[in-house]
């Protein structure tokens, strides 16, 4: 017994490092496909909704493209305009940020003993040490920008190929596992595939709520180009934990670059822990509900990891896989302990009923 279980956990061992090196080495390869997936799953609901009426599934299928393409190309435009409004300002900005270091100097100059000329020294020295990576990194720009665009056209064929083939593809997935387990392999599919549509619409639904929050709350206090940081705030909401918070605190320096005044970065603060109650308490459990529950420990831990093997599209990407491989253990007997381990208990309800249930009762009685 004590071989056999020993037997068991390497054999685990060696899947999870055969794992993380397929992750690692193949994943020029599998984060364009990954993204595809979660997005043909996001337009799915809408493809059907278009073949119910009469349309073709190809013709379906363009549509769908049709509809991320316009919609990132909008934001990318939008995000372009703003970020062109601030270069407007960047001589204001520039003097600004020159009235911060010269405080700053003159506080090191005070507290530390290291006068202007060698501080101004110092900096010299730094830029003519870095000034060699400054072409490496122009490179490494110009390269990056050329892989992007090369997975982005990857993506859109394969969001079409998944959605155009996708019978086939779920075919493939039942036939993998023996004859007589085909209708619980067709159930997992099938379960996965509505959980994740209800999450990945969710979410959506709930940055473009956020980005309404943000861009009231930043309106109402005052900061330039108020749009655009609710908007990155909103994006950044894909990485749960540090998202949000990277938004608004990229919001906090962007305003005190631009003269902002201690009660503006107040005022950030106060709105950012207002959003953050009205997210985790209303919209969380309205707008995504409890399809994907990871619970924090493996959230962190998702995120780490996503980030160590993929970078920050692992760290995008780890919840909604983590969702779909908790779904699949919760309908696997021999893994359902694994979906326990990253999942939360459910909270036994109490037998009032709840509030919602007494408002219908008050109804019920009219």
Not at 152 to 162: D, K, M, R, S, T
Not at 203 to 218: A, H, K, P, R
């Amino acid at each position: 017994m004590l071989y056999e279980n020993l037997g068991k956990a390497v054999r685990v061992l060696f899947i999870i490092i055969l794992l993380v090196v397929i992750l690692v080495y193949g994943k020029a390869f599998l984060v364009p496909l990954t993204f595809a997936a979660l997005l043909a799953m996001l337009m799915l609901p809408r493809v059907k909704w278009l073949e119910g009426k009469g349309w073709n599934k190809a013709l379906a299928a363009v549509m769908a493209l049709l509809v991320i393409i316009l919609f990132f190309t909008a934001l990318g435009f939008f995000i372009g305009w703003q970020v062109a409004d601030l270069a407007a300002d960047a001589n204001k900005i520039q003097r600004q940020f020159s009235d911060r270091m010269d405080d700053l100097r003159h506080f090191i100059s005070q507290k530390l003993g290291i006068p202007p000329q060698k501080q101004d020294q110092i900096i010299q020295e730094q830029q003519a040490s870095s000034g060699g990576q400054m072409s490496g990194m122009i490179t490494g720009f110009l390269k990056g920008l050329g892989s992007f665009l090369t997975d982005a056209i990857l993506v859109l064929v394969y969001i079409f190929l998944f959605i155009y083939y996708r019978a086939h593809l779920k075919k493939f997935l039942v036939r993998l596992v023996p004859e007589p387990d085909e209708g619980k392999a067709l159930n997992i599919v099938n379960n996965a595939q509505q959980v994740s549509q209800k999450y990945l619409t969710g979410l959506s639904l709930m940055i473009m709520t956020l980005w309404v929050m943000y861009g009231i709350g930043f309106s109402l206090i005052g900061i330039k180009n108020a749009l655009f940081f609710a908007v990155l705030c909103g994006l950044l909401e894909v990485i749960p934990f540090v998202g949000n918070l990277t938004g608004n605190l990229v919001t906090i320096g962007a305003t005190l670059t631009q003269g902002g005044s201690v009660n503006m970065v107040l005022g950030i603060i106060a709105v950012y822990a207002l959003v953050q109650f009205i997210q985790t308490y209303i919209l969380e459990p309205l707008v995504v509900g409890a399809e994907v529950n990871i619970n924090p420990l493996f959230t962190i831990i998702g995120l780490v990891a996503g980030e160590a093997l993929w970078g920050i599209p692992g760290m995008i990407l780890a919840i909604p896989l983590m969702g779909i491989a908790k779904i699949i253990c919760d309908n696997i007997e021999s893994l359902k302990p694994f979906g326990f381990l990253i999942g939360e208990e459910k909270k036994k309800k109490s037998s009032s009923g709840g509030f919602m249930k007494k408002v219908k009762g008050w109804f019920a009685k009219g």
